[in-house]
């Protein structure tokens, strides 16, 4: 298991359990916490839960589960952007496409398209890119907050919705946030971290592909990671890897140029 990096799925009762538990994982040396969500289970959501820990812990990743069901895009990628701010470059994204009818039922939808989920993917990444990183230029001396010049419409259109832009947020820390899903989307070329069963094999098309197991010593050669599920109080250490002051850098990604400003120096 040498070399591996480690993530797990925390879930707790309440608040303080939670805090308890991811402390415990960021201690025991792991990546990331995935943080499961249901729309319908009566409790916080994962993405406040996880701006909750942002500023309770130091190192460990942050990526809650939010759907592209249920979630308007354009929020969806604020409330990204957001936590990958309050968390200093920490923040990831499960992926997530409910098709519970009475979840879909709350937004007043009843089917989900497959597509779509490849869709908001994409409208997320470039509204996280409609603020180029210099942008926010704070000069006193002019009154001037941020350059126009560098804060950018995306026009991205699908058949269910569109987005003009720009994001209201400036460009997250990271660039891009962690995008995570597993690999039953069926988007594995669009993540940049794939959560995969390991007897189906490991998938192309991601740079980075975790094992999702029960068991940290269930997993066969030729993935990257392991996803342990289910973590409760008994979290079982592992090795740790050199943690960067990013999510991005912790995992060994790079961080992601920002497409206007490629586009304007490429012209």
Known sequence: MTGLLFAAEVD?????????????????????????????????????????LARRTARI????????????????????????????GRAGWVVGATTDPAALATVGRSGVDPAEVADVVEVARGLWDSWEDDAVIKDVATGRFLDPARVHHVHFESPRFS????????????????????????????????????????PAGAPLVFASVRDVRAVPPGFDGVHLLGAGDDLPPVQRRAAGPTLRETLGLPRPENRFALARRTA
């Not at 309440?14 to 960021?26: I, K, N, Q, Y």
């Open 12 to 52: 707790a009762p309440d608040l303080a359990t939670l805090e308890l538990r991811v402390r415990a994982a960021e201690e025991a040396g792991y990546a990331f916490v995935t943080l499961p969500d249901d729309p319908l289970r009566g409790g916080v959501e994962a993405g406040v839960l996880a701006a909750f």
């Open 61 to 88: 990743g942050l990526a809650p589960t939010l759907h592209t069901s249920t979630t308007e895009p354009f929020h969806l990628a604020t409330q990204l952007a957001s936590l990958d701010h309050a968390s200093l």
């Open 163 to 202: 987005v003009v832009g720009p994001l209201i947020t400036p460009r997250p820390p990271q660039g891009q946030v962690v995008v995570i899903g597993p690999a039953a989307l069926g988007i594995t070329d669009r993540l940049d971290v794939v959560l995969a069963d390991p007897a189906q094999g490991r």
